[in-house]
């Protein structure tokens, strides 16, 4: 059973434009949302996240929106360059006191790739 | 490099044959975490270890795998008798405190190919 679905698995957007990747999550009491960037050869590594508290939350050209009704997250990188290129993966855990915050259960990954 | 290493970060093994993946966590992290991801997955939590304790191993799959974390040396996913759906890149992640606010360290992962 896939716990976090994300799509759409490839997106192909030119340089200075939005690309926006989603997700949704089936367990409620899933508290924490990470997204991780992961380019080729390497490990995923932090990009932004964001706690259910917020709707919504930015770090420089990367914003994070949060449906807690919808159970729904999403990615926007703003004014996309080439080197934003990678997989991104969103991911969902326990974060709370005593959670399983180390247990994160990704989604399947979105291969974004930046025309010049 | 200061980062999660792992080691081989390519290995090939025949059906049967034994797999062993390391995994030293970053300078001054004493908590390891090993994910899989299969082809076309996203990665999937295999085991939570602190020195010499294994504290979760809720997603370790119930034979051929084993995974140990030594007071001196590194972290070590054991794999007996290989088999075609054990290829799959395996990546350690470390972390400071456990779970630390949910930011896990990866390393560049250990790409095992089972022929």
């Given at each position: 059973?896939?716990?976090?679905?994300?799509?759409?698995q490839?997106?192909?957007?030119q340089?200075?434009?939005?690309?926006?990747i989603?997700c949704?999550?089936?367990?409620?009491?899933?508290?924490?949302f990470?997204?991780?960037q992961?380019?080729p050869?390497?490990g995923p590594?932090?990009l932004?996240?964001?706690?259910?508290?917020?709707?919504?939350?930015?770090?420089?050209?990367?914003?994070i929106?949060?449906?807690k009704?919808?159970?729904?997250f999403?990615?926007h990188?703003?004014?996309?360059?080439?080197?934003?290129?990678a997989t991104?993966?969103?991911?969902?855990?326990?974060?709370?006191?005593?959670?399983?915050n180390?247990?994160?259960?990704?989604?399947?990954?979105?291969?974004l790739?930046?025309?010049p | 490099?200061?980062?999660?290493?792992?080691?081989?970060?390519?290995?090939v093994?025949?059906?049967?044959?034994?797999?062993?993946?390391?995994?030293?966590?970053m300078?001054?992290?004493?908590?390891?975490?090993?994910?899989r991801?299969?082809?076309?997955?996203?990665?999937?939590?295999?085991?939570?270890?602190?020195k010499?304790?294994?504290?979760?191993?809720?997603?370790?799959?119930?034979e051929?795998f084993?995974?140990e974390f030594?007071?001196?040396?590194?972290?070590i996913?054991?794999?007996?008798?290989?088999?075609?759906?054990?290829?799959?890149?395996y990546?350690?992640?470390?972390?400071?405190?456990?779970?630390?606010?949910?930011?896990?360290?990866?390393?560049?992962?250990?790409?095992?190919?089972?022929?």
């Amino acid at each position: 059973q896939q716990q976090v679905k994300q799509s759409p698995q490839s997106l192909i957007v030119q340089k200075g434009g939005i690309s926006i990747i989603n997700c949704a999550y089936e367990n409620t009491a899933f508290d924490y949302f990470p997204w991780y960037q992961q380019f080729p050869g390497k490990g995923p590594a932090l990009l932004i996240a964001i706690r259910p508290d917020v709707s919504e939350k930015k770090e420089g050209r990367f914003t994070i929106s949060f449906n807690k009704s919808a159970k729904q997250f999403s990615l926007h990188i703003m004014d996309s360059q080439p080197g934003d290129s990678a997989t991104y993966f969103c991911a969902a855990s326990l974060f709370g006191s005593g959670g399983s915050n180390y247990k994160l259960t990704f989604g399947k990954g979105t291969l974004l790739t930046v025309n010049p | 490099n200061a980062g999660v290493m792992q080691n081989p970060r390519h290995l090939v093994r025949r059906r049967g044959q034994e797999a062993r993946l390391r995994c030293s966590p970053m300078k001054g992290h004493s908590h390891v975490y090993w994910y899989r991801q299969l082809p076309e997955e996203g990665l999937k939590f295999m085991v939570y270890l602190q020195k010499e304790n294994i504290i979760d191993e809720s997603g370790m799959p119930k034979e051929r795998f084993s995974a140990e974390f030594p007071k001196e040396g590194p972290s070590i996913l054991r794999i007996q008798q290989v088999v075609r759906g054990d290829s799959a890149a395996y990546f350690c992640a470390s972390s400071p405190l456990r779970g630390y606010a949910g930011e896990l360290f990866f390393g560049e992962g250990s790409r095992l190919t089972v022929l």
